[in-house]
């Protein structure tokens, strides 16, 4: 690996897009995936990648119609390049822990951390050029890292792993290649709580499917159950000093926010996942507190027995699946200038420009709407332009009064975000 995996120091690539079809994936991929396992260290102006691990895994959940992301989500673009012709092969838009942190007092205050993450991309069949872009300020993508594969490579780790987890199938509606692919993975579900893990999956599910788009969309999904054991019952709660031997690693106070839960255990929760096919990872914690956290194309969390938990599964699938932003503004938050003033976010739901002609989702606003839009309920059911979004009061815009992403309850999503998600469906399915 020393030796064929290499760190490309200034290497530029200018290769042709491939057509996203069948064909192209059978010339440059295997059937399954190569997991590419990086530490991501950095503050608030320093940022490098570092390999970790390269494995080998016995899926790759995406589809092969769709091997050039055309979506424009995401903080992180990873482009892959067959190294033989200098031709992108494979793009895909995400977002990751290290992203939200460099936004915190801790960051900002340069102190350093490392996260770790990974990129799942078809298996080559030939050597690969793997480059990542970062979204800098102004939104302009900028290389931040670059290697090159060789799958030939006796180092990429070939052994299966968390085989000893049943996997079962909680909604099947086709090949994996032609559906969205949610697996579910539980944390601190001990083994004699088993029942409690496929009951918190199915009624989660349930929720899902009857919330709007998903509900019409419902024979584009796959949903899987790996079934995870923890040692202990339930999650971290570090500000009451209560820590649990769970193994995916899930805590409150992520950020030292006391309702966000995340986990920055990667190792486990991507062997855990390997085990199905998957478009998205989703994971319910064994926990009556209210919390969770969705980041997109990473993982969507949600608490498994608090009187929101229903709300909270369903809206963090916004951020995780689709890239949907926050529209509350009133709520604490960790980040500072998480959307700097005059840019535009590229989340599809919220848009600091006011001009209806360049919004967004100008194309569903009717011409006699006031922009931006009164908060008077006579506009309740009207596509506009409300003022308070993504955490900020002024300067930043939702396109409705009410969503499922932006008031605590079991409302709907708005028509934007709708449309949002059904884009990232059709890409899958396609």
């Known amino acids: 690996m020393r030796h064929l995996l290499g760190f490309v120091c200034c290497l530029v690539i200018f290769g042709a897009v491939a057509n996203a079809g069948g064909t192209e994936y059978e010339e440059y991929f295997a059937d399954k995936g190569l997991r590419i396992d990086l530490f991501h260290t950095g503050t608030a102006t320093t940022e490098i990648f570092s390999l970790d691990d390269l494995i080998e895994q016995p899926y790759w959940g995406g589809n092969p119609r769709s091997l050039i992301d055309t979506l ?4 992180y673009l990873v482009r892959v390049f067959d190294l033989q012709t200098n031709k992108q092969i494979f793009s895909r838009g995400y977002c990751t822990l290290f992203g939200e942190w460099v936004t915190t007092d801790e960051a900002i205050a340069e102190f350093s951390r490392t996260f770790h993450e990974s990129v799942i991309i078809p298996y080559p069949l030939r ?7 970062r979204r800098d300020r102004n939104n302009i993508f900028r290389n931040v890292f670059d290697m090159l594969i060789d799958p030939a490579d006796y180092h990429i780790r070939k052994e299966k792993r968390c085989s000893h987890f049943k996997v079962r199938k909680l909604v099947e509606n086709g090949p994996a290649d032609r559906k969205v692919d949610l697996v579910i993975l539980g944390d601190g579900y001990r083994k004699d709580e088993m029942h409690k893990l496929r009951e918190d999956s199915d009624r989660f599910i349930a929720a899902m499917f009857t919330t709007e788009p998903f509900k019409s969309r419902k024979r584009d999904f796959n949903v899987r159950l790996v079934e995870t054991l923890s040692l202990d019952s339930s999650v971290d709660e570090p500000r ?21 839960m995340l986990s920055i255990q990667n190792k486990p929760i991507r062997d855990a996942a390997s085990r199905a096919p998957y478009d998205l990872v989703v994971i319910i914690a064994n926990t ?25 599964f369903v809206h963090e699938l916004g951020h995780a699946l689709a890239g949907l932003a926050d529209e509350y503004y009133s709520s604490d938050v ?6 700097p003033r005059g840019i535009e976010p590229w989340e599809k739901n919220i848009t600091a420009l006011l001009d209806a002609k360049n919004i967004k989702w100008g194309d569903m606003i009717e011409g006699d709407t006031p922009i931006p839009t009164p908060p008077d309920s006579i506009y309740a059911d009207v596509v506009g332009c409300f003022e308070g979004a993504g955490y900020s009061a002024e300067g930043l815009y939702r396109s409705s009064l009410d ?28």
């Open 288 to 312: 009556d507190r209210y919390g969770g956290g969705g980041i997109f194309n990473l993982y969507s969390i949600s608490c498994s027995d608090n009187e929101y938990d229903e709300y909270v």
């Open 72 to 75: 424009n989500l995401g903080g």
């Open 334 to 339: 960790a980040y500072n200038d998480m959307y």
């Open 240 to 260: 009451k000093g209560i820590y649990k031997n769970n193994f995916l690693g899930l805590s409150f106070n992520t950020f030292d926010l006391e309702r966000y």
């Open 403 to 430: 969503c499922r992403m932006f008031s605590k309850s079991l409302i709907d999503f708005c028509p934007v975000c709708r449309r949002a998600i059904e884009e990232v469906i059709d890409f899958h399915t396609r």
């Open 127 to 133: 050597p690969v050029q793997v480059r990542i872009d």
